[in-house]
């Protein structure tokens, strides 16, 4: 049974109590009844706020809504808390009416089945509110089973209140009053909630998943931000690899931590990995339908087969140049260092103002460098990664070259 089907079911079963209360507290002139009829009216329109919250969240992705309607269910939670304080409000103002101007009420046997069957049927339908509310993380849901949960209360304060008439005139105006303040308590308490999720409150349960997962894998985390949208939670991960791992290897590491992320977290959304050591993100969202749409940043690793020790070389014009080169020589050698594959290649990364060489020695799994100028920093940055280099007169350089052409 899914969200939707819970929500029809309870404006069926809340139509047909709101009815038999209201035209059962005017006939017996019981106070409590009619409120307690009220309060049931409410509930019609809560379950059905409810059932177009959880149909609008389901909505697919589109351009003007890339992480999805989720927030919808939270705003009809919302709204669901608005009625049940007004409904909370009305039943207090009845009672206070009534307990100042007494009318002589009726004891129905007839009042007291229906309250009876209605505790017990709002209790059946508050608990299956829980359970599908949990199971698929619906606040809307979730609202709508604690307004059934105070029917329960008010229908058995109600129930009291018939029986008491007898031994207190006053009893039925002063059970509808308590009825009412318990109501608006349950209101306040859920509208923290609820308000919670609307202003993107962090979810600290899938934080402490997320952090155990990364202690378990010994990833270690730079930061980590995570927020409630709806019934689903968006995260957002930075995290430090070894940097002499090859940006494949990287790469490998982080699909698989996503991946795990993914599966053992139901309710995350979207996951946005950054790997600061290796400059590159991951991400993945959910898409409605149960499917991922995901997305890279960064640079990726260039799919050329390597076949043995890869040593690239820096190219202009098919001569020589500096390391921040536009175009490369990829060489291959087998263990006995002889010439297996040689091939020119465009640097990806290149930019005028920035050769990125690095990023390109990374991204081809290259072994070592050989170039005649490579600056302190790109050093730093080949040592870091143990890409191991070379520094040769041009006249050498181009000689390796022509040769390997």
């Known amino acids: 049974m899914n969200q939707q089907t819970v929500s029809t079911l309870a404006i069926l079963v809340n139509s047909i109590l709101a009815a038999g209360?209201?035209?059962?507290?005017?006939?017996?002139?019981?106070?409590?009844?009619i409120a307690e009829g009220i309060h049931s009216g409410l509930d019609i329109i809560s379950s059905i706020v409810a059932f177009l919250g959880i149909k609008s969240a389901q909505k697919p992705v589109d351009k003007e809504h890339p992480y999805g309607h989720y927030r919808a269910e939270s705003i009809a939670g919302f709204v669901v808390v608005i009625l049940l304080a007004g409904s909370a409000i009305w039943i207090l103002y009845e009672g206070i009416i009534h307990l100042l101007n007494p009318e002589q009420a009726i004891i129905s046997i007839w009042a007291i089945i229906l309250m009876a069957i209605s505790a017990v049927v709002n209790e059946i339908m508050a608990r299956l509110k829980f359970k599908v509310g949990h199971k698929f993380?619906?606040?809307?849901?979730?609202?709508?089973?604690?307004?059934?949960?105070?029917?329960?209360?008010?229908?058995?304060?109600?129930?009291?209140?018939?029986?008491?008439?007898?031994?207190?005139?006053?009893?039925?105006?002063?059970?509808?009053?308590?009825?009412?303040?318990?109501?608006?308590?349950?209101?306040?308490?859920?509208?923290?909630?609820?308000?919670?999720?609307?202003?993107?409150?962090?979810?600290?349960?899938?934080?402490?998943?997320?952090?155990?997962?990364?202690?378990?894998?010994?990833?270690?985390?730079?930061?980590?931000?995570?927020?409630?949208?709806?019934?689903?939670?968006?995260?957002?991960?930075?995290?430090?690899?070894?940097?002499?791992?090859?940006?494949?290897?990287?790469?490998?590491?982080?699909?698989?931590?996503?991946?795990?992320?993914?599966?053992?977290?139901?309710?995350?959304?979207?996951?946005?990995?950054?790997?600061e050591s290796h400059e590159f993100q991951r991400g993945t969202l959910r898409t409605s339908g149960g499917g991922q749409l995901k997305y890279k940043k960064g640079f990726e690793p260039i799919e050329l087969e390597k076949l043995g020790y890869r040593i690239i070389v820096p190219l202009a014009d098919g001569a020589n140049s500096e390391f921040g080169a536009e175009n490369f020589l990829v060489i291959d050698k087998d263990i006995k260092g002889n010439v297996v594959k040689k091939t020119k290649i465009k640097n990806k990364y290149y930019e005028s103002s920035a050769g990125h060489g690095v990023k390109f020695a990374k991204a081809i799994s290259a072994d070592e460098v050989w170039s005649t100028h490579i600056g302190q920093n790109a050093q730093n940055n080949l040592n870091a990664a143990k890409i191991k280099f070379k520094i040769l007169s041009s006249e050498k350089l181009k000689e390796v070259v022509e040769l390997n052409n």
């Open 21 to 33: 209360k209201i035209i059962l507290g005017l006939i017996f002139n019981l106070t409590a009844l």
């Open 137 to 275: 993380s619906s606040p809307a849901l979730i609202a709508d089973g604690e307004h059934s949960r105070a029917d329960v209360v008010s229908s058995i304060g109600v129930l009291i209140g018939i029986l008491l008439i007898k031994l207190w005139a006053d009893a039925d105006a002063l059970v509808a009053i308590l009825i009412g303040l318990y109501i608006l308590w349950e209101a306040w308490r859920l509208g923290r909630e609820i308000t919670d999720s609307l202003l993107d409150v962090a979810d600290a349960e899938t934080e402490n998943i997320i952090i155990k997962l990364c202690k378990d894998k010994n990833i270690e985390i730079s930061e980590l931000k995570s927020r409630k949208m709806g019934p689903v939670t968006l995260a957002d991960l930075k995290i430090k690899l070894d940097p002499r791992l090859k940006i494949e290897e990287a790469t490998r590491l982080t699909d698989k931590l996503q991946d795990a992320l993914l599966s053992q977290i139901e309710k995350l959304k979207s996951i946005n990995i950054t790997v």
